[in-house]
């Protein structure tokens, strides 16, 4: 009997997973119908699962609804799932898994009945200490439902003996360590919070009609008509209560702590019309393409930016160099899953068929081909070929930060270290290797200025290997 071909996934590919995106609605009729919007806008953010929790938030008696699955957030809320989440409150959540295996049982928001009554919680970022407290806990007789960080925050919460769910939550929050941007939904309340460290965004906005919404970036608030307030601070949950009109009630659970924001948000995973820690993710990235071309000037014709990411740096390379920028590589957004043999005559088809180039652009051309990273240097690799394939001279290839040499542990899916090509190869060597004419990277003090880092409040362990907080086989400090 023959055997059917096993899917291949096309639409990841080279490049640092997405992580979570969440957003939250409290006080408004159609609270559900507006977190799938919510969603809609954040998908990039993770495309494995999705789901929404909603409440009347009347208070005690009161059932929370919930709808998981796998899957893409417009083929799971069809009209008729998105009726059966009714209620004036709401939370969403679409997910990339960077903490548990890939599954309906780890899928969120995850949704429990416990001593503290019902309640959802949606999470972007990954708990450094999960695993420790797990054991602990598992020893202790607790049961986990999911392979997912997040369950141990429900644990915590469940087990602790404080008085009210105010406290419990507080106590709860101040023994895990790591990233976290939390909603979580009761009957008679939605609580947004922040992990002291600031690593993960977490925004706040308000509707023409008062209700109140938060997400992980504010293009969440424009699809669905809010106006971004502030965010979330670091170390603090936002609380909305009651029936009347919303007023936040802001609470301080943690000490303050230094900043350590992801700079990757900046460089690659929110979408540049998003505000993310109140500053614009297009002027970041075009700022971050003008300080490359002043650092990695290259002879050349054209400026060509690997779509998507690299289409805002590749902007700004090229207007501080004085080249055209131009497309000379078109993506298709349709590529999803291909049964087409691995072992196919058509060779690197996966990305093929993702990127196409504009041959009338390339012939005979200098290019400099602008991206936002090298992880592995496979795909940058092929697309290197691609173009000196459609008749390019010489390729120089830029990178709009700097060498990736260290895992990430705060939320982002990060090859091991003896996976990234950047820590354990010298830039000529990795240009060797993808076969470009040049390569250069964002200094890390470039980076910082492009970003407004003068307060050194972002993280750069990945570029650096140095941690905030204690991490597996990592340096803190």
């Given amino acids: ?35 799938y919007l919510g969603l809609y806008a954040l998908q ?91 054991a602990r806990m598992e020893g202790q007789g607790s049961i986990f439902q999911t392979t997912s ?61 008062g209700a109140v919404c938060f997400a992980s970036e504010t293009c969440a608030f424009d699809l669905i008509g809010a106006t971004f307030e502030r965010d979330v601070a670091p170390g603090e949950w936002v609380r909305l209560t009651g029936q009347g009109p919303a007023a936040p009630q802001a609470h301080r659970f943690a000490a303050a702590r230094p900043r350590r ?27 971050m393409g003008r300080r490359l071309a002043r650092e990695a000037p290259a002879e050349a014709d054209l400026v060509v930016p690997v779509p998507d990411s690299g289409v805002a740096a590749a902007l700004g390379y090229a207007a501080e160099a004085g080249l055209p920028c131009r497309f000379g590589l078109i993506r298709s957004h ?43 240097g496979t795909t940058s690799r092929k697309i290197v070929t691609m173009i000196r394939d459609a008749g390019a001279r010489q390729v120089h290839v830029r990178i709009s930060c700097p060498p990736t040499v260290s895992p990430c542990y705060y939320g982002v899916d990060t090859p091991s270290k003896a996976e990234l090509i950047a820590a354990n190869q010298t830039v000529d060597e990795i240009r060797a290797t993808i076969g470009a004419d040049s390569l250069a990277y964002l200094s890390l003090a470039g980076l910082d200025a492009a970003v407004d880092n003068r307060d050194d409040s972002f993280c750069k362990a990945c570029y650096t290997g140095r941690y905030p907080t204690c991490v597996p086989g990592g340096n803190a400090g």
Wanted: aromatic share 6%; proline share 5%; hydrophobic share 40%.
């Fill in 261 to 287: 924001q992801c700079v990757f948000e900046h460089v690659y995973f929110a979408r540049p019309d998003s505000l993310v820690f109140e500053r614009s993710v297009q002027l970041s990235r075009e700022e």
């Fill in 334 to 376: 349709y590529v999803g899953r291909t049964f087409i043999e691995p072992s196919q005559q058509i060779r690197d088809f996966g990305v093929k068929l993702k990127l196409n180039p504009v041959r009338r652009l390339l012939e005979d051309k200098r290019v400099v081909l602008v991206d936002d990273s090298i992880v592995r």
């Fill in 44 to 134: 990039h953010r993770g495309q494995e699962s999705a789901g929404i929790a909603s409440s009347d938030a009347r208070g005690a008696g009161q059932v929370i609804h919930t709808k998981r699955a796998m899957g893409q957030v417009a083929d799971i809320f069809t009209p008729k799932a998105l009726h059966k989440l009714p209620g004036r409150a709401a939370i969403g959540h679409t997910r990339y898994s960077t903490c548990g295996d890939s599954g309906i049982n780890n899928a969120q928001p995850l949704t429990v009945e416990c001593n503290k009554g019902q309640l959802a919680v949606a999470h972007n970022g990954n708990l450094v200490n999960a695993a420790a407290i797990r």
């Fill in 1 to 35: 009997m023959s055997r059917r071909p096993e899917a291949v996934e096309l639409t990841p590919w080279d490049k640092l997973r997405e992580e979570c995106g969440v957003v939250g609605i409290w006080g408004h009729p159609e609270a559900a119908n507006l977190a």
């Fill in 149 to 209: 960080d997040t369950e141990v925050i429900l644990h915590l919460l469940a087990q602790s003996r404080a008085t009210g769910f105010d406290a419990a939550l507080e106590e709860a929050l101040n023994q895990v360590e790591g990233a976290y941007s939390l909603l979580l939904l009761t009957p008679d309340s939605l609580y947004a919070v922040r992990d002291p460290w600031g690593f993960r965004p977490l925004a706040m906005g308000r509707m023409a009609d």
